[in-house]
C-alpha cells in the first residue's frame, strides 16, 4: 500500500469536510441533481471517449495507485548481482534454472540461458517495455480525461442552474435551489479532477517510471551478463541507474 497516497487523500478531504462543518451543515452541500449532473454526466463521457475494455478496469487502474509494490531498483540490481555471479561460477546455461520471483528478469535470464545474441534479447525486452510504458499511459489519459471532463461538467451543470434562475427570478422560492445547483456542480467538478483524478494519474506515471527504471537496470545487466563482464563491473554499470546517494552497496556490491 502506498501511504502516500492514503495520508494524502484524508488530509485532503479531511480539510474539505472541516471547512464546510466549520460553517455550517454538510447537508447543503449535498444536491441530487448537481450529483447527477457531474457524477452520471462523468460516466456517461467517459463510456463514449474509451471502449468498453479499458472503462471496465478504470476502478482496479485506480486502486493500483494505492495498492501496489513498488518496484525496489535496489533489491533489482542485488539479485542480478547473484545472477551474475551464479553465471561466472557454473554457466550461463545456469540461469535457466535459477530461482528468479519477477517475470521480467526470468524471461531475461531464459533468453540469455538460450544463448541469444546481445541485440536479439535486448529487442525483445524492449518490446516488453514498450508494451508496459503503452499500458500504463492510457490509464493515465484516462484519468486525464476525468480530470478534464469532471469541471467541464461542472460547468454545464452551472449554466443549467443559472438558466433555471433566469427563468424564475419571479419566483423567490426556485432562486435558491437554481443557485444551488449552479455552485455546487461546480464544487463536485473540481473536487473530481483535484483531489481523486489528477494525483491518480500523477501516481500512475510514477509508478510507471518506477518500474521503467527496473526494467532497464534488467535489461542492462543481462546484457552485462551475456558480455561476460565481472559482476562487480556489471553492478557499477547498473548502479547508475539510481541516485549518487543510493549507490553504495557496501560489501554487497563485491564480485568474484
Not at 484524508?10 to 450529483?35: E, K, N, R, Y
Not at 533489491?75 to 561460477?89: D, Y
Request: proline share 5%.
Amino acid at each position: 500500500m502506498d501511504i502516500a497516497s492514503v495520508i494524502g487523500i484524508v488530509v485532503a478531504f479531511g480539510a474539505i469536510l472541516g471547512s464546510i462543518l466549520a460553517g455550517g451543515s454538510l447537508v447543503i452541500f449535498i444536491d441530487v441533481p448537481s450529483v447527477l449532473v457531474v457524477g452520471l454526466g462523468l460516466i456517461g463521457v467517459t463510456f463514449f471517449k474509451w471502449p468498453m475494455e479499458i472503462v471496465k478496469n478504470i476502478v482496479p487502474i485506480g486502486m493500483k495507485s494505492i495498492f501496489f509494490s513498488a518496484a525496489d531498483p535496489k533489491s533489482t540490481i542485488l539479485k542480478i548481482k547473484e545472477l551474475a555471479e551464479l553465471a561466472r561460477r557454473e554457466s550461463v546455461f545456469a540461469l535457466e534454472k535459477a530461482e528468479v520471483d519477477d517475470m521480467f528478469m526470468k524471461k531475461a535470464m531464459t533468453l540469455a540461458a538460450d544463448n541469444r545474441p546481445p541485440e536479439v534479447i535486448s529487442a525483445i525486452l524492449q518490446m516488453d517495455i514498450d508494451s508496459m510504458e503503452a499500458r500504463h499511459k492510457v490509464g493515465a489519459d484516462v484519468f486525464q480525461g476525468m480530470a478534464d471532463d469532471g469541471p467541464a461538467m461542472g460547468m454545464i451543470g452551472t449554466l443549467i442552474g443559472l438558466v433555471q434562475m433566469l427563468q424564475n427570478l419571479s419566483d423567490p422560492s426556485a432562486i435558491g435551489p437554481a443557485m444551488a445547483v449552479a455552485l455546487l456542480t461546480t464544487f463536485y467538478g473540481a473536487i473530481i479532477a483535484n483531489v481523486l483524478c489528477n494525483p491518480i494519474k500523477n501516481k500512475i506515471g510514477y509508478r510507471s517510471s518506477l518500474e521503467l527504471t527496473n526494467m532497464n537496470i534488467v535489461v542492462a545487466g543481462t546484457l552485462g551478463i551475456v558480455a561476460g563482464e565481472n559482476p562487480r563491473m556489471i553492478i557499477e554499470k547498473i548502479s547508475s541507474f539510481l541516485p549518487p546517494a543510493e549507490r553504495d552497496f557496501g560489501d554487497e556490491g563485491g564480485g568474484e
